[in-house]
């Protein structure tokens, strides 16, 4: 058996199925999507090259994409700013071993193993304008029924989108952190408390600094799974109401399959791609003093 993984014709037999279905349904769409964004092409007639021209025309005049940008750019820095706090949060005061611990870990990653569909249809109830929660809520407070169309007005349409995009994952960053903290040897808080440090000196001293691998991974996560946001969002609201809850993924949506516009389409997802590998790199770039520092230690 040892002999067997340690050949490498076995191991490129066992890795090739794995290969051969990333490059079917992964490289080889992404390699076509970028092919189809340099011409203009309606799927069926002739492909006329245009070069960068779909590329020039989502920038400068498409209305809606450059909002749509805008709108992945506020979901991302949520999902950083808010979302991973918490699951940081969430994380370290499971890992100190709290009564419950088991049960309250899989509760909170409960949402992230649920259709995006069912979590959209959760959340129209819990906004709809008639019956919806949030209004029987407030309405316990103003003493008389309140109705607001949290969907359908231009002002928060998009802001029900981010609260459950950010809520759903929560539990997703939560379970890595807490894996994360879990794998830190006992030693270095063992040594910390000899000399005095409480809780709060542990985790912001000891534990984040380790955590600098995980931390970095999560934030790619989150950013890039922000910036190709689509199922919750499409369920929620459609885009609505007049484009303003856009986000790229939704626009490529609509011209790919109800316009037909494939190659300015697939010059959208690739894109979200570009975008993607970018800010990943960047975000890379920022974390490797601190790796190289957490490794050291």
Excluded at 102 to 110: E, G, L
Excluded at 216 to 225: E, H, Q, R, V
Excluded at 249 to 254: E, G, H
Aim: charged residues 15%; aromatic residues 14%; positive net charge.
């Amino acid at each position: 058996m040892n002999k067997m993984l340690g050949s490498k014709k076995y191991i490129i037999l066992f890795v090739m199925p794995a290969l051969f279905i990333f490059v079917c349904f992964t490289i080889g769409p992404l390699i076509t999507s970028g092919i189809y964004s340099l011409f203009d092409y309606d799927g069926i007639g002739k492909m006329d090259f245009a070069g960068l021209g779909n590329y020039m025309k989502a920038i400068t005049d498409d209305r809606h994409f450059l909002g749509a940008v805008k709108n992945s750019w506020i979901l991302a820095l949520a999902s950083i700013l808010i979302q991973l706090p918490v699951a940081l949060f969430l994380a370290l005061i499971l890992a100190r071993g709290v009564k419950g611990e088991k049960y309250f870990r899989t509760i909170y990653f409960v949402p992230v193993v649920i259709s995006s569909m069912v979590i959209g249809q959760l959340w129209m109830k819990i906004f709809h304008s008639e019956y919806g929660l949030l209004n029987i809520f407030i309405g316990m407070f103003t003493k008389e029924p309140f109705e607001f169309s949290w969907l359908t007005d231009p002002r928060t349409a998009f802001l029900c989108t981010v609260i459950p995009s950010v809520w759903q994952f929560v539990g997703y960053h939560m379970l890595i952190f807490y894996a994360g903290i879990k794998s830190i040897s006992t030693d270095y808080y063992e040594a910390a408390r000899i000399d005095g440090a409480d809780h709060k000196q542990i985790s912001f001293r000891i534990i984040i600094p380790l955590l600098a691998p995980v931390i970095k991974t999560c934030m790619i996560f989150a950013l890039t799974g922000s910036l190709r946001a689509f199922d919750l969002i499409y369920v929620i609201t459609g885009g609505g109401p007049n484009h303003v809850s856009e986000v790229p993924a939704t626009l490529m949506y609509s011209n790919l399959f109800r316009k037909g516009l494939y190659g300015y389409g697939s010059a959208q997802a690739f894109f979200i791609v570009i975008e993607c590998v970018i800010l990943s790199a960047i975000i890379g770039k920022l974390f490797r003093q601190a790796e190289e520092n957490a490794s050291a230690i």
